[in-house]
T-cell receptor
């Protein structure tokens, strides 16, 4: 069964303290791995799509990487405004259902 | 671009009544929209896939008679929670993929509807 597991569940950082969020996945033929940011009471906001192992994408302080079993979201020198829940999701070979992980709640303190 | 508007953002209703939630793609067309339910600190759970002009496809365990979905146009899908009960209280989120984009392109989400059934 296709599955997405994110760790840690919650992460507390000081401003400027870099770290990484993990997304482990099991899927029958990966057609895309997505990272979204979700603020409280809001819908998810798209960040990145990765399609194949070895691929990397960057946006401001965020960098997403992908292997055959997991993806990392690296946060460099985070700021308080980076505080949010980060969701990882995968699309399998069938292509009709996007499966989400439970997310990592990130808190960045000034 | 790619804005999805969901309305209402919050609704409180009494047990036994029905509630309709609208999901509109404002600047693009979508043949397919997806309805999710999210519990606190949990993953988004896909409830159903809404297809323009045809019946929705429901996930296992989701009651189609309770959660009525209508996708009447390329820019509007509605979810009606019928005879709501307190256990239906949750955060409902819709999403859409723009017409003409690849099936593995990212989803665009609405801002969700917080439903509270008293």
């Amino acid at each position: 069964e296709d599955q997405v597991t994110q760790s840690p569940e919650a992460l507390r950082l000081q401003e400027g303290e870099s770290s990484s969020l993990n997304c482990s996945y099991t899927v029958s033929g990966l057609r895309g791995l997505f990272w979204y940011r979700q603020d409280p009471g809001k819908g998810p906001e798209f960040l990145f799509t990765l399609y194949s192992a070895g691929e990397e994408k960057e946006k401001e302080r965020l960098k997403a990487t992908l292997t055959k079993k997991e993806s990392f979201l690296h946060i460099t020198a985070p700021k308080p405004e980076d505080s949010a829940t980060y969701l990882c999701a995968v699309l399998n070979t069938g292509g009709f259902k996007t499966i989400f992980g439970a997310g990592t709640r990130l808190f960045v303190k000034a | 671009g790619a804005v999805v508007s969901q309305h209402p953002s919050r609704v409180i209703c009494k047990s036994g009544t029905s509630v309709k939630i609208e999901c509109r793609s404002l600047d693009f067309q979508a043949t397919t929209m997806f309805w999710y339910r999210q519990f606190p600190k949990q993953s988004l759970m896909l409830m159903a896939t809404s297809n323009e002009g045809s019946k929705a496809t429901y996930e296992q365990g989701v009651e189609k008679d309770k959660f009525l979905i209508n996708h009447a146009s390329l820019t509007l899908s509605t979810l009606t929670v019928t005879s709501a009960h307190p256990e239906d209280s949750s955060f409902y989120i819709c999403s859409a993929r723009a017409l003409g984009t690849a099936y593995n392109s990212p989803l665009h989400f609405g801002n969700g509807t917080r439903l509270t059934v008293t």
